[in-house]
């Protein structure tokens, strides 16, 4: 899971260990192995439950502690780690100037249960004095259009368009096919476009839609700040049309608009191979 404190100031999170994560489903549906703190640096923090038990049980550093580490990269590739603290239960730490904002986070340990099954450690994060600063929203002449995928299991197989039916097919939005990447992660992309009229087409490579046989993924799309579509269970592609025909101007905004972000779900299970 990835977590941006500087939008999510106060936030609450139940552990367990790698070791015991497969056992999660039935007890703590919720839970998380491995969190990210994003510092919007190419350091990064990431916390975990270091359980001592199964393949794990002769840990000889911050065994049964949550831990704190630092990675380059933004976690993604080669870098070195560092350890930064092991915590007990009741113990707090506090990150100072947190990714350059001058402000501490600080991380407390409410609660370790080792005798659960699987184990589990209760943290707290607070980031600043717990309220949030959201970039003020851009200003948009037209109607702000936002599409969000949840991405399945193969999320390279998934593309998608928006087009202007007013203006000759043209291609406002688009995401091809191949530049989802990760599965279980959700991705968000908006743009300020014209008062017009819209087709919305989603694809699906091998012919199964985002939902559900290979994962659960889904897709919505916002038009004016108001879901238009929605939805996951499909074939090769699903589409929507959305919006009417009028005159206006193409739209201007006060900065550049368009915006792609992701959330993370971190996953220990292998992807089973697709049978046709």
């Known amino acids: 899971m990835l977590l941006d404190p500087k939008t999510t100031p106060v936030s ?7 070791s015991e ?19 919007h640096t190419s350091t990064d923090f990431f916390v975990g439950f270091n359980r001592a038990n199964r393949q794990n049980a002769d840990n000889r550093l911050a065994s049964n502690e949550v831990t704190l580490i630092t990675a380059g990269n933004n976690g993604e590739g080669y870098s070195e ?7 007990k239960q009741g113990e707090s730490y506090a ?50 259009l936002k599409v969000a995928v949840d991405t399945d299991n193969y999320p390279s197989e998934t593309s998608w368009e928006v087009i202007d039916k007013c203006d000759n097919d043209a291609v406002v939005m688009s995401m091809v096919e191949g530049q989802y990447t990760k599965a279980g992660e959700r991705y968000e992309q908006d743009e300020c476009v014209a008062d017009s009229q819209y087709e919305f087409i989603i694809h699906d490579e091998f012919g199964d839609g985002v939902c559900c046989s290979w994962g659960s993924g889904a897709y919505s799309v916002e038009y004016g700040n108001k879901v238009v579509v929605s939805g996951g269970e499909f074939g090769v592609y699903d589409k929507f049309t959305f919006g009417s025909c009028i005159n206006s101007p193409s739209p201007t905004t006060a900065q550049p608009t368009n915006k792609v972000s992701f959330t993370t779900q971190f996953t220990d299970t292998a992807l089973p191979s697709k049978l046709i």
């Open 12 to 18: 609450s999170h139940r552990l367990v260990g790698v």
């Open 21 to 39: 994560y497969g056992l999660i489903e039935s007890s703590y549906p919720a839970a998380l192995a491995v969190m990210k703190l994003e510092t």
């Open 81 to 87: 780690s560092t350890f930064i603290a092991g915590l």
């Open 95 to 144: 990150i100072t100037d947190f990714g350059g904002s001058k402000e501490e986070l600080t991380i407390t340990v409410n609660k370790i249960d080792t005798l659960s099954s699987p184990g589990y450690a209760d943290l707290s994060i607070v980031f600043g004095d717990g309220s949030s600063t959201p970039a003020p929203t851009p200003s948009c002449n037209g109607k702000w």
